[in-house]
């Protein structure tokens, strides 16, 4: 069977990742060590061992309990480092990185260091690896619209930093329409508009995120399939949806990879990709995310060369990039 090589060999674009999900338990252990954070852990395993999710809530609690780690312009820089590295060795050839500010500024952690440091590492992966590399500033939706404000205005002097917003953290009982007069003044910005919508939430949050916020695609939005018209439009306008297989196992939202709807969605003509999520801590990068979703479903080459083509026809890279990557 040559679908694994495949999969792993052939250029692609993540479009769905969180930078804070991509600290490794031994990463963790080291900025605790050199920042003189105490951890609850008494080592790497009993930490790993703490990874045992049931739904998207018992890992959000634990995710933030990591990041507590970041201090420093530096340690952005390095997280973003050891992520950039990483993927340029599975042969992706353009990042899209959302980052919680929120979660750094709650703890005196300033918006200057976070993005510095962050904005700092994409611009060497690229001369290093040749990777591009473009950040998302991602709103908490567990947190009040005034402090998404406040989080936009901090962020602006940066502006040049970052491409777009998203919204991610909690999801049911924080609909898109929380959010609407704040991804108003984001699209007066010029900024790029994506959301979370549909991971555990109902599609009605999907429509919501797409007429309420003007996302240009969906994070997650699996929950689609329960509603024929909101897959007609999703069909019909080519919204991207940026799926994340072993994130939707480990958290539960199919019983089973086996039942994952990625083949129903591209069968359907829908824009889906595949992408990791929070790789430290749902079992994978994104080339491990192909591998296990093709196991799983008995999708085909024909797939895997629809995924790739996807995954650059969503991105928010300029065409020129884009012809080069085809
Ligand atoms: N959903 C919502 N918020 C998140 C996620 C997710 O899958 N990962 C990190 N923050
Ligand atoms: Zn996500």
Partial sequence: DRLPALLAAMPKAELHMHIEGSLEPEMIFALAARNGVALPYASVDELRRAYAFSDLQSFLDIYYQGASVLLKEEDFYDMAQAYLSRVAAENIVHAEIFFDPQ???????????????????????????????????????????????????????????????????????????????????????????????????????????????????????????????????????????????????????????????????????????????????????????????FAATGMTARHAWQLALNSFEASFAPAADQARWR
Wanted: charged letters at 20%; aromatic letters at 6%.
């Fill in 103 to 293: 979660t750094h500024t709650a703890r005196g952690v300033s918006m200057e260091t976070v993005i510095r440091g962050l904005s700092r590492a994409c611009a060497d992966a690229r001369a290093r690896h040749g990777i591009s590399a473009a950040l998302i500033l991602c709103f908490l939706r567990h947190l009040s619209e005034e402090e998404a404000f406040e989080t936009l205005e901090a962020a602006l002097p940066f502006r040049e930093h970052f491409i777009g917003v998203g919204l991610d953290s909690s999801e049911v009982g924080h609909p898109p329409s929380k959010f609407a007069r704040v991804f108003a003044r984001c699209r007066e910005l010029g900024l790029h508009i994506v959301a979370h919508a549909g991971e555990e939430g109902p599609p009605d949050y999907i429509w919501q995120a797409l007429d309420l916020l003007g996302a240009e695609r969906i994070d997650h939005g699996v929950q689609a399939v329960h509603d024929a018209a909101l897959m007609a439009r999703l069909a019909a306008e080519r919204v991207p949806l940026t799926v994340c297989p072993l994130s939707n196992q480990k958290l539960r939202v199919f019983p089973d990879l086996a039942n994952h709807n990625l083949k129903s969605l591209l069968d359907a003509g829908l824009c889906a990709t595949v992408n990791s999520d929070d790789p430290a801590y749902f079992g994978g990068y994104v080339n491990d995310n192909f591998r296990a979703v």
